[in-house]
């Protein structure tokens, strides 16, 4: 007799899949923050993780007798979003801290519905508009007011936004018929041509590396990249859209939990609060676009 798992322990496994996903682009934050202050340029750093998870995804792709290279228009734009979300992120990371940059790429959750109704005239839920000020009180708590807004702040506000993007596009060219290991191939190569080309023109090489930077790189191009990818994709089989999205939160919290633990960054109460109204904005505003679809269907 043939033993399958039933629907809730599927969506089970499911569920933790995603938060160890969650969990793995957690830990990249503080790792990031220590390679792009002291080690290395952010835009160096791009390029060597993503064109490794580039090859990586490509020979996946070859031994599972796929063409990575089918469709290579889609791939290209939804890698010009990412380098949008990278690029800035790792440049953003040398002035702010890594709590700040996780937090304030999160409010993605808020810039979904706003992008959605700008590109696809899919209007948000009006409750959408009330979380925006509880999430720029929190930002206000996270930064220390407009005078504590720095330069890394602003860029990883870029990221946001490109995240926002990045979610609706790619949900886009998967739902067209796009393969999931060969359009992730095309992203992270389209990046990491894109990275080269800005660490020739304004990169810096190090005096020396350290075995400690070939270890992160490796780390940032095998797990964030490339196998919580596939967690994320597995889980999103079982789970309900709404509660993958809900879940994605808690990178945030996984990222800043890290930064102040492992990462040796300094816990600060108003931060924290900060990141506790942001993080219940994007709550208030997913919730609100879950039910504004629901009285649709």
Not at 73 to 98: N, R, V, W
Not at 154 to 160: K, P, Q, S
Not at 219 to 240: D, E, G, R, S
């Amino acid at each position: 007799m043939e033993l399958t798992a039933s629907p809730k322990k599927r969506e089970f496994t499911g569920t933790l899949g995603i938060l160890l996903a969650c969990a793995i682009w957690g830990s990249s934050f503080f790792m990031v923050k220590d390679v792009v202050t002291y080690r290395l340029h952010p835009w160096i750093l791009t390029s060597c993780a993503t064109s490794l998870s580039a090859l990586v995804m490509f020979l996946i792709a070859k031994a599972s007798g796929k063409n990575p290279f089918s469709n290579f228009g889609s791939g290209i734009a939804l890698g010009i979003i990412l380098a949008f979300i990278l690029l800035p992120q790792g440049f953003g990371m040398q002035f702010t801290t890594a709590s700040n940059s996780a937090f304030i790429t999160g409010l993605f959750i808020l810039f979904v519905p706003l992008v959605n109704y700008f590109i696809f005239r899919r209007k948000p839920a009006k409750e959408v508009f009330f979380s925006v000020p509880v999430a720029l009180l929190g930002l206000w708590f996270l930064t220390g007011g407009i005078g504590g807004i720095n330069t890394g702040d602003l860029l990883t506000m870029i990221t946001a936004v490109a995240c926002a993007f990045h979610v609706l596009y790619a949900d886009r060219f998967i739902k067209e018929g796009n393969d999931p290991v060969v359009i992730s191939f095309q992203q992270y190569a389209t990046v990491a041509v894109c990275a080269i080309i800005m660490s020739c023109l304004f990169g810096r090489l190090p005096e020396h590396f350290a075995p400690k930077t070939g270890l992160i790189i490796l780390y940032l191009a095998l797990l964030p990249n490339c196998a919580a990818f596939f967690l994320q994709f597995a889980a999103q089989k079982t789970v309900a859209p709404f509660k993958v999205s809900l879940l994605f939160l808690s990178e945030s919290v996984f990222a800043a939990a890290f930064a102040w633990t492992v990462g040796g960054e300094p816990f600060i109460p108003m931060k924290a609060a900060g990141g506790a109204l942001m993080i219940s904005a994007m709550v208030m505003a997913e919730v609100a676009s879950i039910r504004h679809s629901a009285k649709k269907t």
